[in-house]
């Protein structure tokens, strides 16, 4: 696309991340995280954030190559450590209501030629060290977002075939169409789009369904929901009273799973890249909520490791909806990344469960999420099982079945 | 200079950051602050460090245009705003035996055309919030050095008639030369002049002086030196037993003023360039060693500001001795960066003094340091009194006067 154009579209981007995403209030601070080669919509977030009357907007940029020194030359020891001091921060400006903006296009494939024991105990470092931060997120405490810019790394792993400068404008062009910020309006389309979204939510809030149960190839599998449980999806307001969209771009209702009460067996329909390496045909089958044997036939080792994080790895977080006429799906492009193509397919994810997916879910302590059955885990990886292939059945508290989806559509 | 030349002086540079430098310790983490443009030498200084055996790099690049758009459009609540959080984390490394590299290469002029108050109030509260973090630097608590980087924006205020190409090739050698990364061993040369420094320290506390009486055009000082002052240059060691070099480059030998003894008027040789505002023509009269009357041909009211931080920003905290020959000042350039400019010239500072430039300094409490009369503020800001018409005395502590410098040279 021509330069003026992606200048004007990333703009609209910056906007949309600001009156959409994060929903910024005036006086508030921000903390954006983004690779540095995302500074061009880091410093156009930055500018809508002061236009919005920010506090103080606070970057932190990070550098692949300053990640890939660690692997090169690292000792050992190294891969056991993690920034404390860092995330504890973090940890307490959220606490302090400083709203949070995540701008992902990280090279997915960055770590996958490194060896999967150092990836596993660096991010189980990190992640052992974000915790107290992440559960700020996880539990809604304030306004955040995510959103993605077309890095030439990821570019070049989703268009392997071509030049390197038709790749970005392809990824540029995907971003901000599902960003919807390739109209004149995109606040407009954001509400438009919200408004349909809620109105699943509420129709399978109203069914307050038992259980979904999947059924296609390789799949058949009984997702007990949670005691409590919420569907939600598109906007939704933080505990500190901001209504914001977490994901720009989003396409998913999703509401939380029984950590006890999954039975059955599934198929991945996507690759799942995690953490730089690609795990493909995940195959794993549940007991009593529990996934008791995994098989992939690509990246196993990582999977297997990802599963043995902690005790809630091995028990799901979330299931979401979404149709397989969704326009991310539509684009027929394999992204490489969980902001994307969780919204092309219906998805579910191990580990932590949302707080805004219960009922009230805010307002509940740890262990009351805990008790309606909410998984608890350092990790929230989405795994995508949704096809045009896929039918799901909603199973009422008195066992009548419901068709939600037929052929990977709203039924 | 050639492309690869260029290369491996930034090569040579990243390794005498790390070996001689921070002399990072096997195990030991390190922070590394930079402007996003250095990255070049981040990622140099990241591979050096995992070479060395580091624990974790961290890196926290800023980014000049993220910093404007808050004077452009922040709301004005904004400029009274810092991370606190993020500083206090900081803070905490430090106290964790975090080793830390800055990086310096800001543009000098980023913020002379914004309101000065607005650029104080900013300046206040972010040093009011790093304090804590500053003060574990400023103790010696762990081993710290600062380099710098020829950026673009750097280059162009201090070669305005040239090319930018050319620009940033001027200022990369001068910056290499400075650092004696234009030979094939630097780390030897590092220790050749590491000693010649050591010798001039080593005279000077010997000869124990009650002052210096400093006399040239404009300037007619008395600097009484605190109790119990040491004489420091080159590398010295931390509190946690390392031995690093904390300016790369450095030519000074200096030491503690007595924050009441000093007396007389002074004019600055060299113009102060502060937080993006030039301030030409300082000349200042002290009384007790208070400065109080200041006056400046540009840039007054960011002086005035400057000397209203606190209650020590007008008294002194560091005098320092550079002879008129140093490389530094023959170069005839003026950097508009106080690493460089400040190794062109003696100088003093205003503010906070250094538990190092005391004998057993490291293990001296802040009440100690101050009833041998070290200074306390919340800034150090160095500025330029030599040139090669001064002449300093040493005034011993039986009153006799004993020739240091003639005509800007060591007697």
Redesign the interface.
């Given at each position: 696309m021509p330069h003026s154009q992606f200048a004007a579209e990333l703009d609209r981007l910056a906007e949309t991340a600001i009156k959409v995403g994060v929903r910024l209030q005036?006086?508030q601070?921000l903390i954006v995280t983004a690779p540095?080669v995302a500074?061009p919509l880091?410093?156009r977030i930055?500018?809508e954030?002061?236009?919005a009357?920010?506090?103080?907007?606070?970057?932190?940029?990070?550098?692949e190559?300053?990640a890939l020194?660690?692997y090169?030359?690292?000792?050992d020891?190294?891969f056991d450590?993690?920034?404390f001091?860092?995330y504890?921060?973090?940890g307490?400006?959220y606490a302090?209501n400083?709203a949070r903006m995540a701008i992902v296009g990280e090279n997915p494939m960055l770590l996958s030629d490194e060896d999967p024991e150092r990836v596993a105990r660096a991010n189980r470092a990190n992640s052992t060290a974000y915790r107290p931060a992440l559960e700020k997120i996880s539990g809604f405490e304030i306004n955040w977002s995510i959103i993605s810019y077309p890095t030439t790394a990821w570019a070049r792993v989703v268009f392997p075939d071509d030049q390197e400068e038709m790749a970005v404008a392809k990824l540029a062009h995907a971003i901000f169409a599902a960003s919807r910020v390739d109209t004149n309006d995109p606040i407009a389309a954001w509400t438009a789009h919200n408004r349909k979204l809620n109105e699943k939510s509420t129709w399978l809030n109203q069914n307050n369904f038992a259980a979904l149960h999947f059924s296609g190839p390789g799949t058949d599998l009984t997702v007990g929901l949670a005691d409590g449980h919420h569907w939600a999806g598109g906007e939704a307001t933080a505990k500190n009273g901001v209504t914001c969209n977490c994901n720009i771009p989003t396409e998913e209702v999703f509401t939380t799973p029984h950590a006890q009460r999954v039975e059955g067996h599934v198929r991945a329909t996507k690759p799942l890249s995690h953490q730089g390496t690609l795990i493909e045909n995940i195959a794993v089958r549940f007991e009593a909520g529990r996934i008791v044997a995994a098989t992939a036939s690509r990246g196993a080792d990582m999977l297997n490791r990802l599963l043995d994080t902690d005790e809630g790895s091995r028990r799901l977080g979330e299931v979401a909806l979404v149709p397989h006429s969704s326009p991310i799906s539509q684009s027929g492009i394999l992204f490489y990344n969980t902001l994307y193509d969780e919204n092309a397919a219906c998805h579910i994810a191990l580990g932590q469960c949302y707080a805004k997916a219960f009922r009230n879910g805010t307002s509940l302590t740890q262990d009351e999420i805990a008790a309606r059955g909410g998984n608890a885990s350092m990790i929230h990886v989405d795994w995508m099982i949704g096809s045009a292939e896929i039918d799901i059945d909603g199973i009422r508290q008195d066992g009548r079945r419901v068709p939600v989806f037929r052929k990977g559509e709203w039924a």
């Open positions: 005036e006086g601070d540095v500074l880091v410093r930055a500018a954030a002061y236009k009357g920010a506090g103080l907007v606070t970057t932190l940029l990070n550098d190559e300053v020194a660690r090169r030359f690292g000792n020891l190294s450590r993690a920034p001091w860092l504890e921060g973090m307490k400006a302090g400083t």
